[in-house]
């Protein structure tokens, strides 16, 4: 794959600079410039999308406008990335994020899979962490009567609380 942010050499200013030398019109329709003015990119090489935002159980979603005046429709940004730079997703797959960055647009770390395959790597399974920092380790871990992985150190603190 070749394109301009590969890597992590591109800083917000490169691609605000290219923006800006693109001539108007083509700076409304080209897809690439499109994503790449409202991308940061992270030291973990992340496209974050800092454009509008959309909520899904499974996290933040990127969203954006495309398409001409009377036919525009919202699409999800990190499919628009893939279909931008890589190409068409195929039927039936969905895209996986590698990083587990959900607002992430980086074409590299999206992956079309089987809904089966994202599920299986779902997000949690993966993370080693919980929302407050505290190891997911094996005496540390719970499941809640949803069957999800719950943190006992947040769950005593919780508990902590409600008695004071
Ligand atoms: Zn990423
Ligand atoms: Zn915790």
């Known amino acids: ?58 996290g933040s979603y990127g969203q954006l406008r495309v398409g001409r005046r009377g036919e525009a429709k919202v699409v999800r940004a990190h499919r628009y990335s893939y279909e931008t730079y890589v190409g068409a997703i195929p039927q039936g797959l969905v895209l996986d994020h590698l990083c587990r960055n959900t607002l992430c647009v980086n074409p590299d770390h999206l992956e079309a899979v089987t809904q089966k395959v994202n599920m299986s790597r ?32 947040c769950r005593g603190i919780r508990y902590r609380k409600r008695k004071n």
Request: proline share 6%.
């Open 1 to 58: 794959m070749n394109h301009p942010l590969k890597g992590t050499k591109q800083t917000p200013e490169h691609i605000a600079k290219r923006v800006a030398n693109y001539p108007k019109v083509r700076k409304l329709q080209d897809p690439k410039i499109k994503i790449e003015r409202k991308v940061k990119i992270t030291d973990a090489g992340c496209w974050q999308w800092v454009g509008a935002i959309f909520q899904k159980p499974t």
């Open 122 to 153: 779902g997000r949690h399974a993966t993370k080693s962490k919980c929302v407050n920092g505290h190891s997911y380790t094996a005496s540390n871990t719970y499941f809640n009567s949803r069957g999800a992985r719950e943190c006992r150190t």
